[in-house]
């Protein structure tokens, strides 16, 4: 499952750590489920395990190594949560780009909901790969 979740991230250009621990502790904690947005990272079973947040109530899920991913509807509440985690980057301030020249070398700055649809993106398309 971190493997997943570190190629999704990856994928919508999100870096993170490959272990759970990296994993459990990245970005901004979010208080409960329901404040949960697409993206954000779900940790359960005591932190034995972790999936990605695809909204409508649904998450994408990597069962175990072998197994394909998939989505599906959570099958947890609150109680069952460690953490969720908010990986995906906030929206800077429309001041900050006044003035500023992009070369195709630098780096891109994306709004949350161009990130957020960007890691949507690339779950949809690893949804067939096993791990």
Excluded at 66 to 80: H, I, L, N
Aim: hydrophobic share 40%; proline share 3%.
């Amino acid at each position: 499952c971190t493997g997943h979740v570190q190629q999704a991230l990856t994928d919508a250009a999100i870096t993170v750590g490959r272990s759970m621990d990296e994993q459990m502790t990245a970005g901004k904690e979010v208080g409960k489920l329901a404040d949960a947005k697409p993206g954000d990272l779900i940790v359960l079973d005591g932190g034995a395990h972790i999936v990605i947040y695809a909204g409508n109530g649904n998450v994408i899920h990597a069962p175990y190594e072998g197994r394909t991913v998939t989505e599906q509807k959570a099958w947890f509440d609150d109680s069952d949560i460690v953490t969720i985690r908010r990986v995906a980057p906030e929206a800077a301030p429309a001041s900050s780009y006044s003035g500023t020249a992009f070369s195709s070398g630098a780096a891109t700055a994306f709004s949350t909901s161009e990130a957020l649809q960007a890691l949507i993106n690339a779950q949809a398309a690893i949804l067939s790969r096993s791990f």
